[in-house]
């Protein structure tokens, strides 16, 4: 008979540490430090591979099969990262209560494993992360009053370190990264301007 095949752990909730100094008003004449306004020079893409590659270096270290980056996956993931940054949620589900399996067959994905002859697992599996892209930030003041603030990006290697570390720290999740029944992933990020959503998609 068919089983469902939704490995799902609790949420990782990672925030960067966020480490806020408050700065004395520059000296009466003096200009202020030039703002911070460029953001993280961070190429979105590459994040995803890196994060890729350190999953699969991973399984590698525990003797389990490499997963391959499925590009058919790559919308399903894509369209949960987007939205959580669109609409400032966190979870497995979003607001209108869509499953990562109601999600796929909106865009008609399905998952099926076999498992025995007589069982096949139906469904797809989901890693979240959600944190900030920056390790810490200082606020600058003229005559009392913040006139902005100026942050510590983090790079593409930081983030995937990150990501994949505290997927790793979390039972349910490394569950899902060391599952030997899967065999394909996609990976999105999306940023909604200082902070980034992780969407990770097993088949």
Not at 133 to 153: K, T
């Amino acid at each position: 008979m068919p089983l469902p095949l939704r490995i799902l752990g609790p949420i990782v909730l990672a925030v960067a540490l966020i480490a806020s100094a408050l700065s004395p008003a520059p000296p009466h004449g003096q200009s202020p430090v030039a703002p911070d306004t460029t953001g993280p020079d961070l190429d979105i893409t590459r994040v995803e591979r890196m994060v890729h590659d350190r999953v699969n270096q991973i399984r590698s270290d525990q003797e389990l099969s490499r997963l391959q980056y499925r590009d058919s996956l790559q919308p399903l993931a894509e369209m949960h990262s987007r939205d959580m940054a669109a609409r400032n949620f966190f979870g497995h589900d979003n607001p209108d209560g869509a499953s990562v399996n109601d999600r796929a067959r909106s865009i008609g994905l399905s998952c099926d494993k076999q498992i025995d002859e007589r069982t096949t697992a139906h469904g797809f599996g989901e890693n979240l992360f959600k944190g900030t892209l920056y390790r810490e930030y200082r606020e600058i003041y003229e005559d009392g009053r913040m006139v902005r603030r100026e942050y510590d990006w983090m790079n593409a290697s930081s983030l995937a370190k990150a990501i994949v570390d505290g997927w790793m720290d979390s039972p349910g999740h490394r569950a899902n990264l060391l599952e030997p029944r899967y065999d394909g992933e996609a990976i999105a990020v999306a940023t909604d301007g200082t902070r980034f959503y992780v969407t990770q998609i097993f088949c």
